[in-house]
C-alpha cells in the first residue's frame, strides 16, 4: 500500500513555461514533506521542503504547496529550464523517516 | 563541506556470493540511513542508525543483510548471499538535526 504517490511518471514542459509536478499522500500523520531532484548515476539530490504547518515555501525558481485538507503537495519550477530535466522524487517524513514516491521524470524541451 | 561518500560505485557479482557497501556520512552527522532503490521505484528505507545505535531495521532482510556502523561515524551494509532481486542502487543518506537527509551517490548493484 503506498503512502506516498506520484501519479504521472512522466512530464513534458516547453522551456521558460511551468512545470507542475503532484504528489499524494495517505497518512495524516506525516509532518514535513520534501522534494528531491535525481540526475542519471548520482544520489537523490535535496531541493525544497515544507513543514506541516505550513501552506507554501518558495526558494527561487521553486515553490512547493501544500494542502493538508486534500493530503496533497505540488512543485512549481518557474520558469523551466532545459537543466531541470530529472527524475523528481516527492517525500513524506515523521519522526525522522521519509516515505518516498516513486518519482516524475521531468523534459523540458529547449 | 564534503557529502556523503558511497563506495564502490558500481559492482557486478554472482547469485549466492556476497558483497559489501562501504557509506561516510557528512561530518557530524549522527543519523545515518541505508536505502534500496528498486529501478522505476523511490528509495525504500533498509536500516537507520543513530550513533552506533540501530534505530529503525523493520525492513531489512535479516536472513541476508547486515549494517553496521560500529564507531558511529561510517557504515557498512553487507549482502549474503546474494539473490537476483537485490540488484537495485543501494543509497546512504545522513542527517544532522533538522528534517533534511542528504544523499550520497549510491552503488549500482548487479547480480547475475
Known amino acids: 500500500d503506498q503512502q506516498v504517490k506520484q501519479n504521472s511518471p512522466s512530464l513534458s514542459v516547453q522551456e521558460g513555461r511551468i512545470s507542475i509536478l503532484n504528489c499524494d499522500y495517505t497518512?495524516?500523520?506525516?509532518?514535513?514533506f520534501l522534494w528531491y531532484k535525481k540526475y542519471p548515476a548520482e544520489g537523490p539530490t535535496f531541493l525544497i521542503s515544507i513543514s506541516s504547518i505550513k501552506d507554501k515555501n518558495e526558494d527561487g525558481r521553486f515553490t512547493v504547496f501544500l494542502n493538508k485538507s486534500a493530503k496533497h503537495l505540488s512543485l512549481h519550477i518557474v520558469p523551466s529550464q532545459p537543466g531541470d530535466s530529472a527524475v523528481y522524487f516527492c517525500a513524506a517524513g515523521y519522526q525522522g523517516n521519509l516515505i518516498f514516491g516513486k518519482g516524475t521524470k521531468l523534459s523540458v524541451k529547449p | 563541506e564534503a557529502g556523503v561518500a558511497q563506495s564502490p560505485r558500481y559492482k557486478i557479482i554472482e547469485k549466492r556470493q556476497s558483497v559489501a557497501f562501504w557509506c561516510n556520512p557528512i561530518s557530524g552527522h549522527a543519523t545515518l540511513y541505508w536505502y534500496q532503490q528498486i529501478l522505476g521505484q523511490g528509495p525504500k528505507l533498509l536500516i537507520q542508525f543513530q550513533n552506533n545505535g540501530v534505530v529503525d531495521d523493520s525492513q531489512l532482510p535479516k536472513d541476508r543483510f547486515s549494517a553496521e556502523r560500529l564507531k558511529g561515524v561510517d557504515s557498512t551494509l553487507k549482502i549474503q548471499p546474494a539473490k537476483l532481486e537485490d540488484s537495485a542502487v543501494y543509497l546512504c543518506?545522513?542527517?544532522?538535526?533538522?528534517?533534511?537527509?542528504?544523499f550520497g551517490p549510491g552503488t549500482r548493484l548487479t547480480v547475475l
Open positions: 543518506a545522513s542527517r544532522l538535526s533538522t528534517d533534511t537527509q542528504y
Open positions: 497518512n495524516s500523520m506525516f509532518d514535513y
